[in-house]
Nanobody, 116 residues
Protein backbone atom coordinates (compact mmCIF):
# COMPACT_ATOMS: atom_id res chain seq x y z
CA UNK A 1 0.00 0.00 0.00
CA UNK A 2 1.28 3.44 -0.96
CA UNK A 3 -0.08 6.73 0.32
CA UNK A 4 0.43 9.84 -1.77
CA UNK A 5 -0.02 13.43 -0.68
CA UNK A 6 0.26 16.26 -3.18
CA UNK A 7 0.95 19.88 -2.36
CA UNK A 8 1.98 23.07 -4.10
CA UNK A 9 -1.10 23.82 -6.14
CA UNK A 10 -2.72 27.22 -6.22
CA UNK A 11 -3.55 30.18 -8.40
CA UNK A 12 -1.02 31.87 -10.63
CA UNK A 13 -1.05 34.38 -13.46
CA UNK A 14 -0.18 33.34 -17.00
CA UNK A 15 3.56 33.10 -17.39
CA UNK A 16 4.05 32.19 -13.76
CA UNK A 17 5.51 29.06 -12.23
CA UNK A 18 4.51 26.47 -9.69
CA UNK A 19 6.20 23.43 -8.26
CA UNK A 20 4.02 20.55 -7.20
CA UNK A 21 5.26 18.02 -4.68
CA UNK A 22 4.05 14.52 -3.98
CA UNK A 23 5.20 12.73 -0.86
CA UNK A 24 4.94 8.96 -0.74
CA UNK A 25 4.82 6.56 2.17
CA UNK A 26 4.14 2.91 2.73
CA UNK A 27 6.63 1.35 0.37
CA UNK A 28 10.26 1.60 -0.67
CA UNK A 29 10.19 4.78 -2.71
CA UNK A 30 13.40 3.96 -4.54
CA UNK A 31 11.65 1.22 -6.48
CA UNK A 32 8.44 3.06 -7.32
CA UNK A 33 7.82 4.60 -10.71
CA UNK A 34 6.19 7.99 -10.20
CA UNK A 35 4.20 10.28 -12.41
CA UNK A 36 1.78 13.12 -12.81
CA UNK A 37 -1.53 13.31 -14.59
CA UNK A 38 -4.08 16.09 -14.79
CA UNK A 39 -7.77 16.48 -15.33
CA UNK A 40 -8.90 19.64 -17.06
CA UNK A 41 -12.52 20.77 -16.77
CA UNK A 42 -14.77 18.62 -18.90
CA UNK A 43 -12.03 16.22 -19.95
CA UNK A 44 -10.67 12.89 -18.89
CA UNK A 45 -7.46 12.52 -16.93
CA UNK A 46 -4.40 12.92 -19.15
CA UNK A 47 -0.76 12.00 -18.80
CA UNK A 48 1.67 14.78 -17.92
CA UNK A 49 5.01 13.30 -16.91
CA UNK A 50 6.64 10.18 -15.55
CA UNK A 51 9.92 9.35 -13.86
CA UNK A 52 11.01 5.79 -13.31
CA UNK A 53 12.80 4.42 -10.29
CA UNK A 54 15.97 4.63 -12.35
CA UNK A 55 15.41 8.27 -13.25
CA UNK A 56 14.19 7.92 -16.83
CA UNK A 57 11.87 10.80 -17.64
CA UNK A 58 8.95 11.01 -20.03
CA UNK A 59 7.01 14.23 -20.56
CA UNK A 60 4.04 14.66 -22.82
CA UNK A 61 5.22 16.30 -26.01
CA UNK A 62 3.10 19.43 -25.77
CA UNK A 63 4.50 20.27 -22.33
CA UNK A 64 8.18 19.75 -23.04
CA UNK A 65 10.20 22.87 -22.43
CA UNK A 66 7.78 24.13 -19.79
CA UNK A 67 7.27 21.19 -17.42
CA UNK A 68 9.92 19.05 -15.78
CA UNK A 69 9.71 16.15 -13.35
CA UNK A 70 12.24 15.10 -10.75
CA UNK A 71 12.47 12.96 -7.65
CA UNK A 72 14.29 12.98 -4.35
CA UNK A 73 14.50 9.44 -3.05
CA UNK A 74 15.83 10.54 0.32
CA UNK A 75 12.72 12.69 0.82
CA UNK A 76 10.43 10.15 -0.86
CA UNK A 77 9.08 12.96 -2.99
CA UNK A 78 8.46 13.57 -6.65
CA UNK A 79 8.20 17.07 -8.07
CA UNK A 80 6.56 18.66 -11.05
CA UNK A 81 8.07 22.00 -12.00
CA UNK A 82 5.73 24.00 -14.19
CA UNK A 83 6.99 27.15 -15.88
CA UNK A 84 5.40 29.67 -18.23
CA UNK A 85 1.99 28.47 -17.19
CA UNK A 86 -0.96 29.03 -19.49
CA UNK A 87 -4.69 29.18 -18.80
CA UNK A 88 -5.07 25.80 -20.50
CA UNK A 89 -2.86 24.29 -17.81
CA UNK A 90 -5.68 24.87 -15.34
CA UNK A 91 -6.51 21.44 -13.97
CA UNK A 92 -6.46 19.16 -11.00
CA UNK A 93 -3.04 17.53 -10.93
CA UNK A 94 -2.72 14.00 -9.62
CA UNK A 95 0.33 12.15 -8.47
CA UNK A 96 0.56 8.51 -9.49
CA UNK A 97 2.70 5.68 -8.17
CA UNK A 98 3.24 2.39 -9.98
CA UNK A 99 4.55 -0.50 -7.93
CA UNK A 100 5.80 -3.74 -9.45
CA UNK A 101 4.80 -2.43 -12.92
CA UNK A 102 1.12 -3.03 -12.35
CA UNK A 103 -0.24 -1.77 -9.03
CA UNK A 104 -1.30 1.86 -9.33
CA UNK A 105 -1.96 4.35 -6.58
CA UNK A 106 -3.28 7.89 -6.92
CA UNK A 107 -3.06 10.96 -4.78
CA UNK A 108 -6.09 13.07 -3.95
CA UNK A 109 -5.18 15.79 -6.44
CA UNK A 110 -4.20 19.42 -6.16
CA UNK A 111 -5.86 22.27 -8.02
CA UNK A 112 -3.82 24.52 -10.29
CA UNK A 113 -5.55 27.60 -11.68
CA UNK A 114 -3.88 29.85 -14.23
CA UNK A 115 -5.77 33.08 -14.71
CA UNK A 116 -5.18 36.79 -14.99
Amino acid sequence: QVQLVESGGGSVQPGGSLRLSCGASGSDFRFINMGWHRRTPGKTREFVAHITSGGTITITESLKGRFTVSRDNAKKTVYLQMNNLKPEDTAVYYCRAVVNTSVVYWGQGTQVTVSS
